[in-house]
T-cell receptor
Framework: EAGVTQSPTHLIKTRGQQATLRCSPISGHTSVYWYQQALGLGLQFLLWYDEGEERNRGNFPPRFSGRQFPNYSSELNVNALELEDSALYLC????????????FGPGTRLLVL | GQQLNQSPQSMFIQEGEDVSMNCTSSSIFNTWLWYKQDPGEGPVLLIALYKAGELTSNGRLTAQFGITRKDSFLNISASIPSDVGIYFCAGRSGGSNYKLTFGKGTLLTVNP
């Protein structure tokens, strides 16, 4: 069974641009979670989607947004990129709301120049 | 907001040694989780703890949910080279707060 997949693996943008990151959950999982892992800061919770709806949001500015599609895949959009947005962005999926049993993807490494 | 202090930040040990790491929180958690992250991969769940005082093992790994509900410990016995990686603790408070708070990680290096 395929795990959580993310694309692209690496993304290079310049300050002020927009970035779109994609995530495909494990088949049967309806919840998708997004995290930012900046160097030395651990994982910071960004967003939780379930059944197409945003269920919870971390302490990030509105330029971090996303959506979940009917097939439960998800996009994370980061507008007006800033240098400090450079990080590994991890997506995880679980059965509805069962965050304790989430499975992580390999991440997208975003570099903002 | 909730904060998790994870220590130590890094450890360099010899193969065969035992390892201990811990996390403390400024507030109470109802669930404690321990993850391991290998280079280039996402974190993988090692142990989940759901009750204060709970002691759970997974092979050579043992974790405990502190009785104050503000701390948790992870021990690795007889370390081997493949134990190398970053270990994260994470906590979840109760209610409808479906959000995990993560520690900053412990980087473990095992010298063969």
């Amino acid at each position: 069974e395929a795990g959580v997949t993310q694309s692209p693996t690496h993304l290079i943008k310049t300050r002020g641009q927009q970035a779109t990151l994609r995530c495909s959950p494990i088949s049967g999982h309806t919840s998708v979670y997004w995290y930012q892992q900046a160097l030395g800061l651990g994982l910071q919770f960004l967003l939780w989607y379930d059944e197409g709806e945003e269920r919870n949001r971390g302490n990030f500015p509105p330029r971090f947004s996303g959506r979940q599609f009917p097939n439960y895949s998800s996009e994370l959009n980061v507008n007006a990129l800033e240098l400090e947005d450079s990080a590994l962005y991890l997506c995880a999926s679980s059965l509805g709301g069962e965050i304790e049993t989430q499975y992580f993807g390999p991440g997208t490494r975003l570099l903002v120049l | 907001g909730q904060q998790l202090n994870q220590s130590p930040q890094s450890m360099f040990i010899q193969e065969g040694e035992d390892v201990s790491m811990n996390c403390t929180s400024s507030s109470i958690f109802n669930t404690w989780l321990w993850y391991k992250q290998d280079p280039g991969e996402g974190p993988v769940l090692l142990i989940a703890l759901y009750k204060a005082g709970e002691l759970t093992s997974n092979g050579r790994l043992t974790a405990q949910f502190g009785i104050t509900r503000k701390d948790s410990f992870l021990n690795i016995s007889a370390s081997i080279p493949s134990d190398v990686g970053i270990y994260f603790c994470a906590g979840r408070s109760g209610g409808s707060n479906y959000k995990l708070t993560f520690g900053k990680g412990t980087l473990l290096t095992v010298n063969p």
